[in-house]
């Protein structure tokens, strides 16, 4: 294939878009993809169960690995833009 030199300076023109928050937003929803399928799993829904000293040790562990995923993402994905 052969490029125009009109169309390599327009490429070379073009401004870098990082995609920090888009690879935060992804990562995210696959923690919360990750959540869903823990509580299913566990015979809950996502989303319905309320924190309380009565709250089944399955869902507590679904819980923490949440918040280590999404702590994970926002160490990597927010402060590692992606080109």
Do not use: D, E, H, K
């Not at 169309?7 to 990082?18: E, K, N, R, T, Y």
């Not at 990750?34 to 679904?62: N, S």
Request: aromatic share 8%; with cysteine.
């Amino acid at each position: 294939m052969r490029f125009s030199t009109t169309f390599l300076v327009a490429l070379g023109m073009a401004p870098v878009a990082l995609g920090g928050p888009i690879a935060y937003g992804i990562c995210q929803t696959g923690c919360n993809s990750l959540a869903v399928a823990c509580y299913a799993a566990a015979g809950f829904t996502f989303g319905t169960v309320v924190a309380a000293a009565a709250t089944p040790a399955v869902i507590v562990a679904c819980n923490a690995g949440l918040g280590t995923c999404s702590a994970a993402c926002a160490t990597v994905a927010l402060f590692a833009p992606t080109p």
